[in-house]
């Protein structure tokens, strides 16, 4: 192994319980500057990790990064849904903020403002080669597109792989009725090149995303670079290349994970290859819970409340595993609260980068990947679900704010790609410890009233900022997307 030697920069000086984060400070760097590698998966459950206890398949490249680097316990991403989750880990902000809601499908008008300043964006001017080679979700018209927002390169689907474009008129059918689907866009660059328009088309997906990260990592092996690998998969509908299609205990969902973990172990094996092992930072997470209507098309939450379009754990806390050899000590586990929104700043300090000028919400994780005592950056979090503050969380305690929200609970799953039906929830104001009750199942609220009147100051301050559609505030430090033409 190369010599290596600690190369983290100082922590942003901002306290703990600051709301948000403004930019500006850099440090100075010697030596190569380091590769930073982001694998971002689609629907994966918490409990969908072997590392995190999956049953019915295994994932030894994933739980290796784990073993060598540190596995986060209490990860969370911004809303519990495609775009908005998107948004938030490329600009490290609360989606609220960026203006980027829901998931934007083929007949949407906005993306993201190229006011704002993404990973790439901020790594592209320390010099780094950046690419994404998978979904982008951040809005599918030109001025939108990977290429205006940082990126060298960009190979994928603009949106999920189950949008179909404007105009198809008819219901599509999900897998096992029809091998036809109404084409996808796949885009190269700024341009359409192909389609994807059978399910052969959709088991092809992993292996090309990976073919042309391998590829990418190849060519600017002796430059900095920064690779963005967002997988389409595990969304419905599921695709399986031939290598995995009936390897896992667990159906075609155990496949798929299972050949998302090989695609792990083709970067690794890049790395190694390349001797690029020392020289690279990787991240492993995924944008949300798992769509537990789909049932054995659908991943595990473990012992998590909910899923995919709530702000209950099991639609907000992911699975998390970062590793870099030399700096990070291995086999960690992390049980403070951390965001997807904290790894833009906590990027930009390992690479010795400026904060973007407009204001951001995460904070700088590096003390926690060093593996240094005592500290605790993030103290808070804030649950926004469609512009709606649900929940917060500080420390073990989390206070959920009277709403109605789709529900998974008393009504039977759907099967082989077909979705079940959703049920709809609701809540008071309900208080849960999460050390002692993780599935969030005995609301303490009346035993702890102080605790209670705390969190809901705390959101209060979150509404002021952000705004909250739950009682009619507008937040003042509300951004806005940008629009087509505009």
């Known amino acids: 192994m190369k010599q290596t030697r600690r190369v983290f920069l100082k922590s942003v000086g901002v306290g703990a319980s600051a709301i948000v984060l403004s930019g500006g400070r850099v440090d100075a760097w010697s030596g190569r500057l380091p590769n930073v590698i982001l694998v971002f998966t689609d629907d994966q459950g918490y409990g969908d990790l072997g590392c995190y206890g999956a049953k019915g398949f295994t994932t030894p490249n994933i739980d290796r990064i784990a073993a060598e680097g540190i596995r986060f316990t209490n ?56 690419g994404i080679f998978g979904k982008w979700h951040l809005g599918h018209h030109r001025e939108f597109l990977p290429l205006q927002h940082g990126f060298d390169e960009y190979f994928g689907l603009p949106y999920s792989n189950d949008m179909w474009p404007v105009g198809y008129d008819g219901t599509p ?34 292996t090309r995303y990976t073919e042309r990260g391998v590829r990418f990592i190849e060519k600017n092996k002796d430059k900095p670079f920064f690779l963005y690998l967002p997988h389409s998969m595990p969304h419905v509908p599921l695709g399986v290349s031939g290598k995995f299609s009936g390897k896992s205990a667990h159906g075609k969902y155990g496949d798929v994970i299972m050949e998302i ?20 930072l990787i991240i492993y997470a995924s944008d949300n819970g798992p769509w537990l209507n789909f049932g054995n098309h659908a991943g595990s939450t473990g012992p998590l409340r909910e899923g995919k379009g709530t702000m209950w754990e099991g639609g907000a806390r992911v699975p998390c595993v970062i590793r870099f050899p030399g700096r990070i000590p291995g086999a960690q586990v992390c049980a403070n609260i951390a ?85 709809t929830g609701e809540t008071g104001l309900e208080l849960y410890d999460l050390e002692s009750d993780v599935g969030e199942s005995v609301n303490v609220a009346n035993k702890h009233p102080d605790v209670v009147e705390r969190l809901q100051a705390l959101g209060q301050k979150a509404r002021e900022e952000l705004g909250d559609k739950l009682t009619g505030t507008i937040g003042r430090g509300v951004r806005q997307p940008g629009r087509k033409g505009g």
């Open 173 to 206: 059918a999900m897998q096992g009725q029809k091998s036809t689907y109404p084409p996808l866009p796949l885009i190269d660059g700024n341009e359409k090149v192909d389609e994807v328009a059978t399910l052969t088309d959709q088991d092809k997906l992993t």
């Open 339 to 423: 965001s997807t929104i904290d790894l833009l700043p906590t990027i930009a300090a390992i690479a010795g980068s400026p904060l973007p000028g407009n204001r951001i919400d995460g904070v700088d994780l590096s003390p926690l990947l060093e593996g240094v005592q005592g500290v605790n950056p993030r103290d808070h979090f804030f649950y926004y679900y469609g512009s709606e503050l649900q929940a917060v969380r500080e420390g073990k305690w989390k206070l959920h704010f009277p709403h109605r929200y789709r529900s998974y609970m008393g009504v039977a799953a759907g099967n082989d790609g077909q979705p079940g039906p959703y049920a």
């Open 261 to 280: 973990d090989w695609s792990v172990g083709e970067i690794l094996k890049t790395l190694e290859r390349l001797d690029l092992n020392d020289d690279t």
């Open 75 to 130: 990860f969370y991403v911004s809303q519990a849904v495609c775009s908005a989750s998107r948004a938030a880990l490329l600009t490290g902000c609360y989606s609220e903020r960026v203006g980027i809601q829901g998931a934007l499908g083929p007949n949407a008008v906005i993306g993201i403002s190229d006011g704002e300043e993404t990973i790439a964006t901020l790594l592209r001017k320390r010099g780094y080669a950046t």
